[in-house]
């Protein structure tokens, strides 16, 4: 798990968002307000969604961000953060305190370099790479 997370506001633009994700080397960012995270933005939530549909990069984040805010605790292991990648077809995935604040994020890239047993790392992208 990364525990050094970038954030972005819901406010800032598209472009911001599409600056950090290329400066920091990430695609995705936890969308937070009032210190919660409310939803997520991705590289492919602006190629796709934002510029596919002619919406330019003074685009505010919350017009194109996933509302829907999925995690994992820090307390679960990795086959049950590996698991829920698979099932939920991402690539990356917030990591929440008892609080649910945010700690961290963890990717597939994360399990691949520090898993022993590698069949966590495999189940998880065979159920992203699904149609």
Known sequence: MSGDVQV???EATL???????RDQGFGMLPVVENDRMIGAVTDRDIAVRAVAEGLGGNTRVRDTMSNEVIWCYESDTVEIAADMMGKLQVRR??????????VGIVSLGDFAVSADDFQCTADALLGISQP
Do not use: T
């Open 8 to 10: 972005i506001g819901p």
């Open 15 to 21: 472009q911001d968002a599409a600056v950090l994700m």
């Open 93 to 102: 995935l917030p990591v929440v305190n008892s609080e649910k604040r945010l």
